[in-house]
């Protein structure tokens, strides 16, 4: 396969990209228990977020003629808006609920 030689044509390509994302995250379950003084504390979070989210884009291409075909090389960089939601904090000990924090991300 001859390619990028002097006889072979070659062309530049700029392409942009524009779409939607579909998104959902989850924050749930408990992620850390421990055993203090002989109490259970249990430390976890719920929540949950799904929404549409715009993403777009560029391409920036080359691409060369070749003796049995097209050789293309491409770089592609794309960027999505940002997921926000709500996640519910917890802090139980022996099963009863202590501490209750809202956090907010977006």
Known sequence: MACGSESAAHRFSLTGILGTSFAT????????????????????????????????????GMTWDCSNGRLRMEVEGRWGDPLSGTATGFVHVNGTRLLRPTCRSG
């Open 25 to 60: 995250t989850n924050a749930q379950g408990t992620t850390q228990v421990l055993s203090l003084g002989g109490n259970n504390v249990s430390i976890g979070q719920v929540g949950s977020s799904n929404q549409p989210l715009f993403t777009g884009g560029g391409a920036l």
